[in-house]
């Protein structure tokens, strides 16, 4: 019977937390190419193109409407597949954590180093759409500068979350599950396009229990200069989520790796 | 003599087998200590247990002193692992995977730009230091994994299998750092299945098989104990073999294969024999480790 491992924050998930920074900046051009060319073409494609069609969504203009829902959906991917495919890379077949595991740091530590690690490349990631949001006018308030640090809590989330299913992945197909039955429908329908509002009443309070649609109502208001209801709760499902994900993943990485 | 490593009635089960059944092991500071075993042995797995990596069934483990598991932090923190397989950061360069590896035990930057320098040189990789992992040989991976794990300046070293798959320039290289290490203070603990490895840097050596430890003891008394000093090893036909090394009787006769071991006190009558039969070729050598191994383990194949 193995216990329950009730972790402590320890300062050598830094380390870990630093290796993936330096891997990170090496391939640094090409990937900040990418973070400013993807949601460039979305907020263009779809927030000009739409947005003329539609005009106003929930008071405030469709590009700004779609701006605010693509910053919260981008965080989840990015932190999803980096503590996804990236994690379980490193894991599993570049054994990057049986080397780890040799020095004095556990599994508690480096699961705690890749989720502050996700996080991070989430307010990176997510500040890019923001500089490209406020130049196309999308961004009407300077209250959007708070939402690297609710972006870095999405990163926590969902990170958490997807720690979770790499440490039960028998190898990269598993994570299409994830991403067809769990990321996909809460992209669809967690008020990143339209209000989730007009879902069916019955789909509301479904979607009132993942975690996506909370960091939207976050961050929506932020970015449109409308004013914020319920942020205790928000932020509660938020780090909630990425709380018990981080538990249950530390718990089966354990078991996966210390054999 | 204090004791590095102490392990009592050990047992580990994996998957509802019992890997290791019982092992007691005592391993004096200062002492290069092999472990050796075919396949299977249960040597790597002994390993994993004492550096905290794996949950024990059974028994008891420390190391420094410490507890293990409850101190497996501090312990790792004192000792230097080289695994079995590389596990580099492919990643990173050569003086790359030296500084992030060193991050892990929290080392300072300038601290570790000193060690780094020297561990290179140490194992002669100096001038790869920029190298990308993917760049480098079986042999020069290896040494970067044996710099790595000097990395903590650890007290005790433990190498899973150290050598295998390599050139013999490489592994006599390999030896004498191993030898200089071991000069320099620090407890050595090795697995392998290379007796040769085993007879020139182990001072003292425990023989395991399907869990559990057969023998213990330094090479030369182990070869004294269990085979006679000489050894002949006769090829050709069998029936010629039987005839020229059995008609004196004195010594031990033993068929792998195709090739005719006997074991003797003696040989040099057997010798002059064999000298005179034709078809048969022969080899005199004087008894080692691995006919010891050979025959306290059985030589029935290990996968």
């Known amino acids: 019977m193995t216990v329950l491992y009730l972790p402590r924050f320890r300062t050598a998930a830094l380390a870990v937390w630093r290796r993936n920074t330096l891997v990170w900046r090496k391939l640094a051009g090409p990937s900040i190419i990418i973070n400013f060319g993807e949601p460039f073409l979305y907020l263009l494609g779809l927030g000009y193109g739409l947005g003329l069609f539609i005009g106003e969504m929930m008071n405030m203009p469709y590009l700004t409407f779609l701006a605010s829902g693509i910053l919260a959906s981008s965080a989840m991917n990015t932190a999803s597949f980096e503590a996804m495919f990236s994690v379980f890379t490193r894991m599993i077949p570049q054994k990057t954590y049986e080397a780890i595991l040799t020095t004095p740091l556990e599994v508690q530590d480096i699961l705690a180093g890749e989720m502050l690690w996700c996080a991070t490349k989430c307010v990176v990631s997510g500040t890019a759409i923001l500089i490209v949001g406020a130049l196309l006018g999308a961004v009407h308030d300077w209250h959007a500068l708070w939402v690297p640090l609710v972006l870095f809590l999405v990163g926590l989330c969902f990170s958490g979350m997807g720690l979770v299913i790499t440490a039960f992945a028998p190898g990269y197909d598993f994570f299409n599950y994830y991403v067809t039955l769990v990321l996909t429908p809460m992209f669809i329908l967690s008020g990143v396009f339209y209000p989730v509002t007009s879902l069916p009443t019955a789909l509301q309070s479904l979607v009132q229990l993942l975690p996506l649609s909370h960091a939207v109502d976050l961050i929506r208001p932020l970015v449109a200069g409308l004013p914020l209801s319920n942020v205790v709760l928000h932020l509660l499902v938020l780090a909630g989520y990425g709380l018990a994900g981080y538990l249950t993943a530390v718990h089966l990485t354990r078991r996966r790796l210390l054999v | ?303």
């Open chain 2, 1 to 303: 003599m204090p004791a590095v490593v102490q392990i009592t009635d050990l047992h580990k089960y994996y998957n509802g087998r019992e890997v290791v059944r019982g092992i007691d092991l005592h391993v004096p500071a200062g002492r290069c200590f092999g472990l050796l075993g075919p396949n299977g042995a249960g040597k790597t797995t002994t390993l994993r247990l004492l550096l905290g990596q794996s949950p024990v069934s059974g028994g008891e483990i420390s190391v420094f002193g410490l507890p293990i598991p409850a101190a497996g932090r501090a312990v790792r923190a004192r000792t230097g692992v080289v695994p079995q397989t590389d596990n580099l950061d492919p990643d990173f360069t050569v003086a790359e995977n030296l500084r992030v590896y060193g991050r892990y035990f929290g080392i300072s930057v300038a601290t570790l730009d000193t060690r780094i320098r020297d561990l290179l040189e140490f194992v002669g990789l100096t001038d790869r230091a920029e190298a990308r992992i993917a760049t480098l040989s079986g042999g020069m991976k290896r040494r970067l994994t044996i710099a790595r794990a000097l990395v903590n300046e650890p007290e005790l070293v433990v190498l899973d299998e150290p050598t295998t798959g390599l050139d013999p320039q490489v592994r006599h290289m390999i030896w004498g750092r191993l030898r200089d290490l071991r000069q320099a203070g620090k407890t050595l603990l090795l697995t392998t299945h290379y007796m040769e490895e085993a007879e020139r840097l182990c001072d003292e050596l425990v023989i395991m098989d399907q869990g559990r430890i057969l023998e213990q003891g330094t090479p030369a008394a182990l070869i004294k104990k269990h085979v006679e000093p000489e050894v002949i090893e006769v090829r050709g036909e069998e029936h010629l073999a039987r005839q020229a090394l059995q008609s004196d009787g004195d010594g031990r006769f033993e068929a792998v294969g195709d090739t005719y071991y006997y074991y003797t006190r003696d040989a040099r009558a057997v010798v002059k024999r064999l000298e005179d039969v034709p078809g048969l070729t022969f080899l005199h050598r004087p008894a080692n480790l691995e006919d010891v191994f050979l025959k306290l383990t059985g030589r029935e194949l290990r996968d």
